[in-house]
């Protein structure tokens, strides 16, 4: 080999070495502040819940504060777009939901920001089944007898959401389309103030995730008349499915993630993955979520990525037949 070829290619190779080494000791480093968690919808829905769990383990794991940073509004847009922008040094996390991205960028006229291009994925934390709740001074025990009133008085049968572009949202329209009604979506800023109303009686109906729910029914607060996924909740086997209730190929549900935004180094990918791995096998915080009626299903960055895109695949010619555009 020619000198200055051999010079080359042994500065390429320290390079790369030193390269590496960086990236090692950086992510030793790694964290020495507190990383904050950017949750996109209100204190008291399911993904404020459910970030609260994991960012508590996360920190215990790290030596850490992750600290839990509510950013609402847009169903989920304002938040996810605040981690797109956010720098890529590991210390904003996004703990996003099938509304940031998948449903939020499919029905949303122009997204701020691209579910794919714009976030370096992290892992998968499970999936959760969505719920038909009301008010229970509403005289229905079961979706048909809901579905008559709400066609014999269009006026009275609105509904609540965690905000446009949710599975809630979503799950609404899907329900007025199946079922024939006109219920008026009444859009919030997270299942938190959605539920406030709910159980005051403000709005009638709502579309819930299931684990903000739980309680709630448990306690009598409000009814619960379906939920959207397929099989019943095994932790709460009383509540039919849509499908089961006369609402053929209803379905719907969320899942859970945490993204950073991209081009953060692969290294610190990979060490938050490993902790969110190491605090998802944990038995305590399995129960917590599965008590909530989570499914845990942890994921590598690659598959979390692989999710999305299968993601927006399937809900892509489902939000086109509903017909819902965002501003
Ligand atoms: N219901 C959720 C909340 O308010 C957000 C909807 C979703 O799952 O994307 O936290």
């Known amino acids: 080999m020619e000198f200055a070829k051999r010079?080359?290619?042994r500065s390429v190779a320290a390079a790369a070495a030193l390269a590496f080494t960086a990236t090692g000791a950086f992510a030793q480093a790694y964290p020495d502040r507190s990383i904050s968690m950017i949750?996109?919808?209100?204190?008291?829905g399911s993904t404020d819940l459910v970030a609260r769990i994991v960012a508590q383990k996360l920190s215990e794991q790290m030596g850490q504060s992750v600290v839990v940073e509510n950013r609402v509004g847009a169903g989920g847009n304002v938040g996810a777009a605040a981690v797109a922008?956010?720098?890529a040094d590991g210390y904003t996390i996004l703990f996003a939901t099938i509304s940031t991205h998948t449903l939020n960028p499919l029905m949303a006229k122009k997204s701020s920001y691209d579910p794919v291009k714009d976030f370096a994925p992290i892992g998968l934390i499970g999936s959760i089944p969505n719920v038909l709740v009301i008010h229970p001074d509403v005289p229905a025990k079961s979706v048909q007898e809901l579905i008559a009133l709400a066609k014999k008085d269009p006026q009275k049968y609105s509904y609540a959401s965690s905000g446009v572009a949710t599975p809630l949202h979503l799950s609404g329209e899907m329900f007025n389309r199946m079922a024939g009604t006109s219920m008026v979506h009444v859009p919030y800023r997270g299942a938190g103030p959605a539920m406030n109303d709910l159980i005051g009686g403000q709005?009638?109906?709502m579309f819930d995730n299931l684990p903000s729910s739980v309680e709630f029914i448990k306690a009598g607060k409000i009814r619960a008349l379906a939920v959207t996924t397929k099989q019943r909740a095994k932790q709460m086997?009383?509540?039919p499915t849509m499908e089961e209730q006369g609402l053929k190929g209803y379905e719907t549900y969320s899942w859970q993630a945490l993204f950073f935004p991209a081009n953060t180094p692969r290294a610190?990918?990979?060490?938050v993955n490993g902790e969110l791995k190491k605090a998802l096998a944990d038995a305590t915080l399995q129960k917590r979520l599965e008590d909530l009626t989570m499914t845990i299903s942890f994921s590598t960055p690659d598959e979390l990525a692989a999710h999305v895109k299968e993601q927006l695949?399937?809900?892509g010619p489902i939000t086109k037949a509903t017909g819902v555009q965002i501003d």
């Open 268 to 271: 610190l990918v990979d060490r």
């Open 237 to 239: 086997p009383d509540i």
């Open 39 to 44: 949750v996109p919808f209100a204190a008291g």
């Open 313 to 315: 695949d399937t809900w």
């Open 85 to 87: 922008k956010a720098p």
């Open 203 to 205: 709005v009638p109906v």
């Open 7 to 9: 010079i080359f290619c």
